[in-house]
């Protein structure tokens, strides 16, 4: 049984860091396109970091230089590291598994999902 459980969420001040962490089971991470989103109340969910089978990764522009997506095999987990935090980062994040496509940051093309970590940036 595929299961995503994401930790790592929390307040931050702008400028800030966090570091959130998607825990897999049921299949292995390096076996499968991945990728954190994000949404924020009243918008749509948006991709913020995609890494395929592999190894290759892409990134949200307005991301780009800020986060690092990575996987860690030993524990199984996809992370993402957060710098630079901005108050427009503030959202709900998930991860995300199992997408047909691969590098792609549409959510609709991942069939697993997470139940989410609140990450709040405040300026």
């Known amino acids: 049984q595929v299961q995503l459980v994401e930790s790592g969420g929390g307040s931050v001040q702008a400028g800030g860091s966090l570091r959130l962490s998607c825990a897999a089971s049921?299949?292995?991470?390096?076996?499968?396109?991945m990728g954190w989103f994000r949404q924020a109340p009243g918008k749509q969910r948006e991709g913020v970091a995609a890494?395929?089978?592999?190894?290759?990764?892409i990134y949200a522009d307005s991301v780009k230089g800020r986060f690092t997506i990575s996987q860690d095999n030993a524990q199984n987990t996809l992370d993402l590291q957060m710098n630079s935090l901005k108050a427009e980062d503030t959202a709900m994040y998930y991860c995300?598994?199992?997408?047909?496509?691969?590098?792609?940051?549409?959510?609709?093309?991942?069939?697993?999902w997470g139940q989410g970590t609140q990450v709040t940036v405040s300026s």
């Open positions: 995300a598994a199992d997408s047909r496509v691969k590098l792609t940051l549409w959510h609709g093309f991942y069939n697993y």
């Open positions: 049921g299949f292995a991470v390096s076996s499968e396109n």
């Open positions: 890494i395929d089978t592999d190894g290759l990764i």
